[in-house]
T-cell receptor, first 114, second 110 residues
Framework: SQTIHQWPATLVQPVGSPLSLECTVE??????LYWYRQAAGRGLQLLFY??????ISSEVPQNLSASRPQDRQFILSSKKLLLSDSGFYLC?????????????FGDGTRLSIL | GIQVEQSPPDLILQEGANSTLRCNFS?????LQWFHQNPWGQLINLFY???GTKQNGRLSATTVATERYSLLYISSSQTTDSGVYFC????????????FGQGTILTVHP
């Protein structure tokens, strides 16, 4: 069966520090991958999605970037964190290609910026 | 893009009561999912239901795609049903990029 792993579960970082959050999927090939952010406990916003290795689309201009170095690995990064980057970050996958399949979410990373 | 509106925003129930949550969306969809977010933040898949009716235990869902709404029914609610319920949709050639509603916060009292 397919599983999705995100780490770390929680992270506290100072303003201006770099960030790297990792997401991996097991048990499937060529999945669509997604990064979402949830602020203030209500409503998720799509940040990035990827339909293949090296293919990244950004939905919202921001201080973050994403990369997909391997088929089942999706990384969210920042060179310098801002206070506004605080939030709950969730990775998701769905069967590719196309978008008519359900998405499955990881357990998320709670990021606090001090 | 697609707009998603959920109602009610908050719901308080006594254990054993039934409830109906509604999701309205502004355009045709090829993906509609209902999620339950538990107090630890985990998003639990409840239903993948772009159209039709499905049931899973005490929960059931109906999507009327032609009228652009979906309903989530919770029967005989339990305290463990508490949390936030999200509806999320995608449409067209959006590669499954989900647009989430703002959620319904459900609190079930014993």
């Amino acid at each position: 069966s397919q599983t999705i792993h995100q780490w770390p579960a929680t992270l506290v970082q100072p303003v201006g520090s770099p960030l790297s959050l990792e997401c991996t999927v097991e048990g499937t090939s060529n999945p669509n991958l997604y990064w979402y952010r949830q602020a203030a406990g209500r409503g998720l916003q799509l940040l990035f999605y990827s339909v293949g290795i090296g293919q990244i689309s950004s939905e919202v201009p921001q201080n973050l970037s994403a990369s997909r170095p391997q088929d089942r690995q999706f990384i969210l990064s920042s060179k310098k964190l801002l206070l506004s980057d605080s939030g709950f970050y969730l990775c998701a996958w769905s069967v590719g290609p196309g978008g008519n399949q359900p998405q499955h979410f990881g357990d998320g990373t709670r990021l606090s910026i001090l | 893009g697609i707009q998603v509106e959920q109602s009610p925003p908050d719901l308080i129930l006594q254990e054993g009561a039934n409830s109906t949550l509604r999701c309205n969306f502004s355009d045709s969809v090829n993906n509609l999912q209902w999620f339950h977010q538990n107090p630890w933040g985990q998003l639990i898949n409840l239903f993948y239901i772009p159209s039709g009716t499905k049931q899973n235990g005490r929960l059931s869902a109906t999507t009327v795609a032609t009228e652009r709404y979906s309903l989530l029914y919770i029967s005989s609610s339990q305290t463990t049903d508490s949390g936030v319920y999200f509806c999320a949709v995608s449409g067209g050639t959006s590669y499954g990029k989900l647009t989430f509603g703002q959620g319904t916060i459900l609190t079930v009292h014993p």
